[in-house]
T-cell receptor, first 117, second 111 residues
Framework: DAGVIQSPRHEVTEMGQEVTLRCKPISGHDYLFWYRQTMMRGLELLIYFNNNVPIDDSGMPEDRFSAKMPNASFSTLKIQPSEPRDSAVYFC???????????????FGPGTRLTVT | GESVGLHLPTLSVQEGDNSIINCAYSNSASDYFIWYKQESGKGPQFIIDIRSNMDKRQGQRVTVLLNKTVKHLSLQIAATQPGDSAVYFCAESNYGQNFVFGPGTRLSVLP
């Protein structure tokens, strides 16, 4: 398996523009997580899905952020309109319930580095 | 991927020595804990996890200890190698919800 795939790897956009980040989870995983990592706040969970259904979106900063998972192999995180303070690395992770070693073994993608100018 | 901030606590160890990385968690209701390793330019990588009904769990060269009384988690790495140099995060969760990550510790392995 290629692991969790994220695109684009780097995104530079101007304030006010719409940004869409994409994620393809590992096949067979039924949980998908979106995280944001910044120097100031560290790694934060934004939202996660189980079987394509959003379970907890309490980490989504505000209404400018939205996430969808139309099917088991694809998810998007959209920011509209983007602001400079949204600059961060955004990670997608997927997992499945492991009956032996733990509840979740999350596998992270390489991240998308977003810069909003 | 980008590791967190300029002011991460740093642990420097000699190659071959054992490393102990500590983490204090905040929620006494947390029942599941994970350690991650993040190398420069990459996403976090799962190392080992532990449920709250255990106080110790061992993996390959790594051991996680959980002390629920003082809400403390530690990661022990045996015979530390240069490839272990990275930022290490602990994360706590309440049955798979509300994952909260610690700020991270940078491990530097000296030759």
């Amino acid at each position: 398996d290629a692991g969790v795939i994220q695109s684009p790897r780097h995104e530079v956009t101007e304030m006010g523009q719409e940004v869409t980040l994409r994620c393809k989870p590992i096949s067979g995983h039924d949980y998908l997580f979106w995280y944001r990592q910044t120097m100031m706040r560290g790694l934060e969970l934004l939202i996660y899905f189980n079987n394509n259904v959003p379970i907890d979106d309490s980490g989504m900063p505000e209404d400018r952020f939205s996430a969808k998972m139309p099917n088991a192999s694809f998810s998007t995180l959209k920011i509209q309109p983007s602001e400079p303070r949204d600059s961060a690395v955004y990670f997608c992770a997927s997992s499945w319930k492991s009956g032996t070693s733990g509840i979740y073994e999350q596998y992270f993608g390489p991240g998308t580095r977003l810069t909003v100018t | 991927g980008e590791s967190v901030g300029l002011h991460l606590p740093t642990l420097s160890v000699q190659e071959g020595d054992n490393s102990i990385i500590n983490c204090a968690y905040s929620n006494s209701a947390s029942d599941y804990f994970i350690w991650y390793k993040q190398e420069s330019g990459k996403g976090p990588q799962f190392i080992i996890d532990i449920r709250s009904n255990m106080d110790k769990r061992q993996g390959q060269r790594v051991t996680v200890l959980l002390n629920k009384t003082v809400k403390h988690l530690s990661l022990q790495i045996a015979a530390t190698q240069p490839g272990d140099s990275a930022v290490y995060f602990c994360a706590e969760s309440n049955y798979g919800q509300n994952f909260v990550f610690g700020p991270g510790t940078r491990l530097s392995v000296l030759p």
